[in-house]
């Protein structure tokens, strides 16, 4: 059995991954922020097969007593997740993405070298790093160019993550994530927005629905189907390279609306609003997951029409 410990455990894509590798056996530790974590979409059972500590990025104490507690694997999920966020304070999500992910590192690295331990470490960016301009599906080879705070603060990281392995000899992995979604994402994000404005609209007995731009067009995982593909590369991934977690099919924004008011079962008419567009949205962002198979295997199993019901059946609970 393997000891795998996932910093921001709590959060979204945690608590998937937190089951899943509960499911596969693995004795999980769960570093999240001081205080009670946030345990919802977790049983009981899980929420006490967890061994939690507290971990704070920005406090070198804090980093060191976490990487002092033994585990096979780390999978570092903690980050300023939102690009809305990002864009709101651009100052923190590098301290926290870039510098944060530098420090976590950098700790195992010296614990590396100093024959302290040896994990593997899967260090989970964005697909939003190679920024705009593609119109086909995007492979690792393609140049990064970030054009938001969110996704240089995420190369940062990157960055910080090569560096450490090429002075330690840390197993570094990094998978770059295309968008995905599922039951528990919260309201910050598109898909899950959509659809509690959509259930909105029929509660209301009312068809015009607030959007943003809908012409951007989206790779969408779900999020079960994501946290497939860490356990996938911890097991099998090579350290030292990058890695897309991508579906290579893309869904407009506009047609992602169209399915989830068919599931809502309303009729409604989007009806655009400036405040919901995001200045740095990316036209097109599809990704080529063929690395990512043949090393590991993994495809995608859940069917678009599933997320997507899931997710607002999970909103109506």
């Known amino acids: 059995m393997t000891s795998v410990l996932v910093t921001g455990a709590d959060g979204f894509v945690g608590r998937w991954l937190l089951r899943a590798l509960l499911a596969a056996g693995h004795d999980v530790i769960g570093a999240v922020q001081p205080g009670p974590p946030r345990v919802d979409g977790l049983n009981e059972v899980e929420r006490t097969s967890v061994e939690w500590l507290p971990l704070e990025l920005g406090d070198v104490h804090s980093v060191r007593q976490l990487v002092a507690h033994p585990c096979d694997a780390v999978v570092h999920l903690a980050a300023v997740a939102s690009g809305g966020d990002a864009l709101q304070d651009p100052g923190h999500a590098w301290a926290v993405n870039a510098a944060g992910t530098a420090r976590l590192l950098g700790e195992y ?27 086909r599906p995007l492979a690792e080879t393609d140049p990064t160019v970030p054009c938001s705070p969110y996704a240089a603060s995420k190369l ?10 090429e002075r330690t000899g840390l197993r570094v ?16 994000f598109v898909v899950p927005a959509f659809a509690r404005r959509l259930r909105g609209a029929r509660l209301a007995g009312a068809r015009a629905v607030k959007v943003g731009n809908l012409e951007p067009v989206r790779d969408l995982l779900d999020v079960r189907d994501v946290a497939s593909a860490y356990l996938a590369l911890l097991a099998r991934g090579v350290p030292g390279e990058v890695y897309n977690v991508a579906s290579g ?49 993994w495809a995608p199993t859940i069917p678009l029409e599933r997320t997507l019901r899931d997710l607002v059946d999970a909103q109506a609970d």
Not at 113 to 135: F, I, K, N, W
Not at 158 to 164: D, G, M, P, Q
Not at 173 to 188: K, L, N, Y
């Open 249 to 297: 099919e893309g869904h407009s924004l506009e047609a992602l609306f169209a399915r989830l008011a068919a599931i809502v079962g309303v009729d409604a008419i989007p009806e655009p609003d400036s405040e919901l567009v995001r200045p740095a949205d990316i036209p097109y962002l599809v990704g080529d997951a063929g690395k990512l198979r043949a090393a590991t295997g």
């Open 109 to 135: 690295g010296r614990r590396r070298a100093a024959g302290e331990g040896d994990p593997r470490v899967l260090v989970v960016s964005t697909s939003e790093v190679y920024g705009r301009g593609a119109t």
């Open 173 to 188: 992995i990094v998978a770059r994530s295309f968008p995905h979604t599922g039951p528990g994402q919260d309201e910050r």
């Open 156 to 165: 940062g990281a990157e960055l910080a993550a090569s560096e450490i392995r």
